[in-house]
């Protein structure tokens, strides 16, 4: 693996399952889809009936209708559509949507021109068929139920007997989990609680893995990138439109629930729903990821994640971070903190992370008030990296205004290097895009792992400890509460109190379910 790659996408990968090389990516000619818009509107609740009878008087079709929040998604093929709306009295923004790169998309992007190493690895079981359902329900309600009754029920599915986490093969890597307190969360026999719902906001999930099967819940989990969806469909006939053809919501999923055959997780016996709202390049709009959490909301997600941020229409673009200056901006800032502030309100605790820069270390989010990382600085708890010895990982972002908690994630050398005790584990995608899809973290060789740096796998931790917080009182805490614990239960380190570069300090899981 080369260093100046190991430096520009802070990621470093390695496969369990023998050696593979990389091929081009695979590109499907789809057929232009008309331009998007995000219509933000004064009031931050609209008549639904009103909304739609006026875009479409304009020549609007209405994709999403976000009423709750006073936002719509719309496509229209009229070229001064966005100019006609940004007249009507009671409309605040109109924005043409672009896909934005993430923090993840240069790292998705350079490593398909990357030899990935690779190590034998134990094998995997056979195959499962891509069609089948590894996971149902387990008593929740659907998407459109605004009932709490789902905490009541009681699944016809026997109890889970797990085995002891720290036996498994894989454990002894994985310094992340002692870190945080496992050891003694484990000790208590408390892996969580199966009707608590973790979604994962991301490019989806390989609910197929040997340690995510049975922990998706595939009625639940839902794409709104059609684009992938097509794509997932000829390359995989019969896959889920959920199934990850990117690799890091697979690996952060791995890191809540698992089904503790090879690592360790945080929450094994939580239920992971996969919201994909980004595609196998790791792009995305806007509009998506306010539509994603309002469904996870919907949905009575108990912890939302989303663990990435995005860095505006280059990839990478450090001198293009959102700013409430730029008037092309304001819609989508606006949106997301509308979305983030609704699912809050509802219950969920949202979680995001401080974002791994490209090219350097560590951003300071202080520097200049008026810009904004989205989706941290819009209302989620933020987490930045901290590494082995309890410090600052030095490869994420700070700022007063930005970091709520730390949470391991590894820490990088001064010469922008990363030691390999430092390296988190996790799942790596059967269905992934390196090299030619179908053969890197192929499904016939499974499982495969892969290995991370950054604030990713950081927000995944904080996203399980609040998953177990929840379980401990049976999903009926409202996500106020559980923010409140994860801060109030965190551990003091760097500086003494709150800090630029951890917060409150790193999650601790025993001391979140216990005092």
């Known amino acids: 693996m080369q260093k100046h790659f190991l430096r520009s996408a802070l990621l470093f ?32 609740k609209t008549d639904p009936v009103e909304t739609v009878r006026l875009i479409e008087s304009l020549g609007g079709t209405v994709l999403q209708n976000h009423s709750e929040i006073g936002v719509a998604v ?42 990935i190493l690779g190590v034998s690895g134990p094998p995997g079981p056979p195959a499962r068929p891509l069609s089948a359902a590894v996971a149902g329900n387990h ?47 484990w000790e208590q026999e408390f892996f969580g609680d199966p009707r608590v ?64 055959t090879f690592f360790a997780c945080i929450a094994p016996d939580t239920t992971l729903v996969g919201v994909k709202v980004l595609d196998l390049n790791e792009t995305g709009t806007i509009a998506d990821l306010v539509s994603g959490v309002l469904y996870a909301a919907h949905i009575r997600s108990d912890v939302i994640l989303i663990p990435f941020a995005y860095w505006g229409p280059a990839a990478p673009a450090l001198d293009r971070i959102f700013s409430w200056d730029n008037a092309e901006d304001r819609p989508e800032i606006r949106a ?107 499904r016939e060789i499974q499982p495969q792992f892969v290995i991370v740096v950054g604030a990713q796998p950081s927000a995944a931790h904080a996203a399980g400890v609040a998953a177990l917080i929840s379980s401990r009182y049976n999903g009926r805490r409202h996500g106020f509460f559980i923010r409140h614990k994860l801060f109030r239960t965190a551990v003091d380190i760097e500086a003494p109190g709150f800090d630029q570069f951890t917060g409150h300090g790193r999650v601790d899981a025993f001391r979140a379910i216990t005092e």
């Not at 498994?168 to 890597?173: H, S």
């Not at 600085?377 to 309890?390: F, K, N, P």
Request: hydrophobic fraction near 40%; include cysteine; glycine fraction near 8%.
């Open 336 to 442: 997301i903190r509308r979305a983030i502030r609704w699912a809050k309100i509802r219950g969920s605790v949202v979680i995001t992370e401080t974002s791994t820069p490209f090219f350097q270390f560590g951003i300071d989010a202080d520097a200049d008030g008026r810009d904004v990382i989205i989706p941290a600085q819009s209302g989620a708890i933020t987490v930045g990296s901290s590494g082995l010895e309890d410090t600052w990982g030095l490869i994420s972002n700070y700022g007063f205004s930005l970091v709520d908690l730390a949470a391991p994630g590894g820490r990088a050398n001064d010469d922008n290097t990363f030691p390999p005790e430092e390296f988190i584990w996790g799942a790596c995608t059967g269905f992934s895009q390196f090299g030619s899809l179908k053969e890197t973290c192929a």
């Open 139 to 185: 008593g929740h309600n659907d998407g459109d139920s605004d009932s709490d009754s789902d905490s009541d029920s009681d699944s016809d599915t026997p109890p889970r007997v797990f085995p002891d986490p720290t036996t498994l093969p894989g454990y002894f890597l994985q310094w992340n989990m002692g870190r945080i307190s496992m050891e003694p969360v």
């Open 74 to 115: 719309v496509t229209s093929e009229e070229s001064n559509f966005a100019r006609r709306m940004g007249q009507i009295s009671g409309i605040a923004e109109v924005q043409r949507q672009e896909r934005r790169s993430t923090s993840w998309s240069q790292a998705a992007q350079q490593s398909m021109s990357q030899n």
């Open 13 to 44: 990968t390695l496969i369990l399952a023998g050696l593979v090389a990389s091929g081009p990516a695979h590109a499907t000619a789809l057929e232009p889809a008309p331009p998007q818009y995000l219509v933000v509107f004064d009031e931050e």
């Open 197 to 260: 719902k973790v979604a994962v906001v991301g490019a989806g999930l390989d609910y197929l893995h040997a340690d995510l099967e049975g922990r998706v819940d595939l009625e639940l989990s839902k794409s709104f990138v059609p684009s992938d969806d097509a794509l997932v469909e000829e390359l995989f006939p019969g896959a889920h439109p959920i199934a990850d053809l990117a690799f890091h919501s697979t690996f952060v999923a791995s890191q809540i629930s698992c089904s503790l």
